[in-house]
């Protein structure tokens, strides 16, 4: 059995250090993509552009102001004098949120009278409007608190909060999105490289030529299909440990469960993958139409449909059926369980029972399609 | 021992309502070097596709080396080489890495594979470039290398599909000198092409059109037989003009251009020197010279295929 697929397996492992766009698309594509995430595509709401226009000018109102200053939610640009400034700021987006202070902060906290903040917001970004609103409403809760602590003290009565509301997270306790999106990048990036390098693999030999050459030999259809699948599943390895390294490396993301566990679920994910992208193969005999079919059918449900960024429960109910063709949807809650939550088997054998199904039908059906092709 | 090496009866190939190969028979001696002549998709390639085990056959039956291309395709693919005209090579690939991924399909290793490497470089002159990149070597490099690696398990009986297609034509002569020495050995060959002056080379030929087998012997035979009549060759001073005028006259059977002078089929010698003259002086073109030649397996095949055609419509 091994003898004859050794030498598709060296051939393939030659190929690949010759041609530096797959090696690139193998090794670079995936660290390229774990540095992009796990810096940039950041959803934690921070430095949000403030400007203020403080119409009390007061050391109360200032003293107020240095809470939005101090903390790293925001990002204190300028003060301005009117609102049609605050328009032009906003326009050009040197400003995504405003807080204007009214002529009289001072005097009405004084005497007890309602204080009106306003907080004006660029909706146009909704997600980091709809966190600066949260920042700026809790920041300003806390001051108020303070306010009213001191008042009662002043009084000499003490002052008590009625209920207490003590949040404590769990398995991610600062809420870093990184730690979410990072384990998710895992199925991504696997399906991605493994569906296009498979079906580029096998039609790029068709087109040459070389795939009826082997056909004409002994090899039956199916050491073929090994042969060249095996060296990607061992890429696929590869890739996955230095992504779990890079990821340990620059963002202490560890791994929580078991890696052998870890390791079967990447497995299966890989072996779906190299399926699909081999049943790519058996539809065209062009390389530019095969990597677009693969990227088509690999990069879109796997990002978009999966819940890697967006999640499952808020799409639309036929967007949610559609997600479950999407083998990666079913990969991330495996891997995000093992990696975040440390949980074991049996929490997540439903997914492993999904994700050979998938792996199963892919792998059946391209393998028919190739022999009915060649005889 | 059987003294065919292939035995067609009745081959058959449809893709849908189109029929590609149709009810073709021929049977090819060991040793032989036998010529598959025909027009670009006249279904040479889907027949030779088919002897090979590339393509399940739709009716018919054909044996290759004694097993059966329907039953038995395993042992055919173990028992022939293949090679057309893409060059099957792998182009980022060494002439040595080739030469070993080949070898190893049909799972010759150690000293039988160094022997027949050795072999291969030196047929294919290809010694001290053994760690050249396929894609630098010349077409009539990489043509010798794809036969080598066509031939590393020493089948018996080798088909090459249009093996010379994209080579110089000093390249092609040493191709087809390889191909006799081989025939010499005893391997038996199949080959298809399109250049008529090819098909000289070989033991015995068939012609194949619209999928049908119009004509089949050998070389000298097939001249003989199907052009009993006398061929002109005719030099003129404008042989485009000698073709219009001549073509439409009754008693010439069969015109048409050969590079810079015109093959003139009549029914008899002199009276038809005596007409081509008169007729290419009345339409003042000068005639240079006109001599009976012995008939080239162009000049059978165009006739042949005319007929053909004529019979068709």
Redesign the interface.
Known sequence: MY??L???I??EF??IR??PTSLGMLLILPAALIVLVGYALNFDVKHVPLVIFDQSKTSTSRAFLDKFKQTELFNYRFDVTGYNEIDGHFTNGRAKVAIVIPTNFAEDLLVGRDVRVQILVDGSDANTGAQAIGNAARITADYSTRLVVSAFERMGRQYYQPIDFQPRIWFNPDLLSNQFLLPGLIGFILVLTAVISTSMTVVREKE???M?????????PRDVILGKTIPYMLIGLVEATAILVLGYVLFDIQVKGSILLLYAGIFTILLGSLGQGLLVSTVTDSQQVAFMISVFSSLLPSFLLSGFVFPVSSMPIVLQILSNLAVNKFFLVLVRGIMLKGVGFSSVWPQFVYMIVFAAVMLGVSTKRMQKR?? | MNEYAIEVHDLTKKFGAFTAVDRVNFNVKRGDIFGFLGANGAGKSTTIRMLCGLLQSTSGTASVGGYDINTQPELVKFNIGYMSQRFSLYDDLTVEQNIRFYGGVYGLRNNRLRDRMDWVLKMADLKGRESSLTRTLSGGWKQRLALGCAILHEPKILFLDEPTGGVDPISRRNFWELINRLSTEGITVLVTTHFLDEAEYCNSIILINAGKLIAGGTPSQLKREHIKDPILEVASSNVVEALEVIRVQPWAIETSVFGTKLHVLVKDEEEGKVSIRQTLSANGIQTQSIQRIVPSLEDVFLYLLDKETARAS
Do not use: A, F, W
Not at chain 1, 212 to 220: G, H, K, N, T, W
């Open positions: 003898r004859s050794r030498p598709i060296i051939k030659r190929q010759r041609d040459r030529g070389t009826e050459q082997i056909m004409v030999s002994p090899l039956r060649t005889l």
